[in-house]
């Protein structure tokens, strides 16, 4: 494999952008259920083969087909596992591309093209085309949370299911490799406490949302 072929690969992985920064533009909402202790963002995804934004499934979706268009002689393969960097360890999960023949990495969330050997990636399961279907709800349980963007300083930006606050909702700051804080998202000394600029239209977008109190069991569309 020449450094051409994985200088390729870059380019065309280089077109996307990780963040899901489709909730900016479309009419998302917003439910909890105290009782489930979960949270339901209607319309937070969209796997749409034509995006350029999103989080790992997504891109993961996006690049496929550009790349097996420009490689028919490999089978690309979808993966879920873990990176290095963000989502370490069991408990994390992250969507990425294999290429079988050649045992690389592709993943347009993070710019990488890597062997696997070398790339600190695990790949836990290869997904059936049947697991590539997402669904564009986001259901949250309690304690978990899900990325919005990556600042330029390289923390990720995530919104989290805490019951723990009346919102329900908190915003997570999560630095490479380190423990991530958390704070309400209705705190008022939120910018003051994160101070990444690049959260603040994600926050404010979620700020504005009337969020929707219910009883009955929250599923994905």
């Known amino acids: 494999m020449t450094m051409t072929y994985i200088d390729k690969l870059k380019d065309i992985i280089s077109r996307y952008w990780y963040g899901q ?3 900016l533009e479309d009419d998302i909402r917003i439910q909890i259920n105290p009782a489930q202790k979960k949270v339901a963002i209607r319309k937070f995804y969209r796997h749409d083969a034509n995006t350029l934004t999103g989080t790992c499934s997504e891109l993961m979706n996006a690049a496929y087909r550009p790349i097996r268009m420009k490689y028919p002689e490999y ?4 993966a879920e596992g873990n990176d290095p960097k963000y989502f370490p360890c069991e408990g994390f999960t992250h969507h990425f ?4 023949q050649t045992g690389f990495i592709v993943d347009p969330s993070f710019g990488i093209v890597q062997p696997i050997s070398k790339s600190g990636y695990t790949v836990r399961r290869i997904l059936k085309n049947k697991d590539t279907l997402f669904p564009r709800d986001l259901i949250m349980r309690n304690n978990v949370y899900v990325p919005l963007c990556i600042a330029k300083d390289g923390t990720l930006i995530g919104l989290a299911a805490f019951f723990k606050y009346d919102s329900a909702l908190g915003i997570v700051a999560h630095t490479p490799n380190k423990k991530f804080n958390i704070n309400d998202l209705m705190d008022s000394g939120l910018e003051e406490k994160l101070r990444e600029p690049e959260a603040m239209p994600f926050i404010e977008k979620l700020r504005s949302v009337n969020v929707e109190e219910t009883f ?4 994905a569309d």
Not at 75 to 78: H, V
Not at 97 to 100: H, N, P
């Open 21 to 23: 920064y489709n909730i």
């Open 75 to 78: 089978k690309i393969l979808c």
């Open 97 to 100: 591309l294999v290429i079988q």
């Open 216 to 219: 009955e069991r929250l599923n």
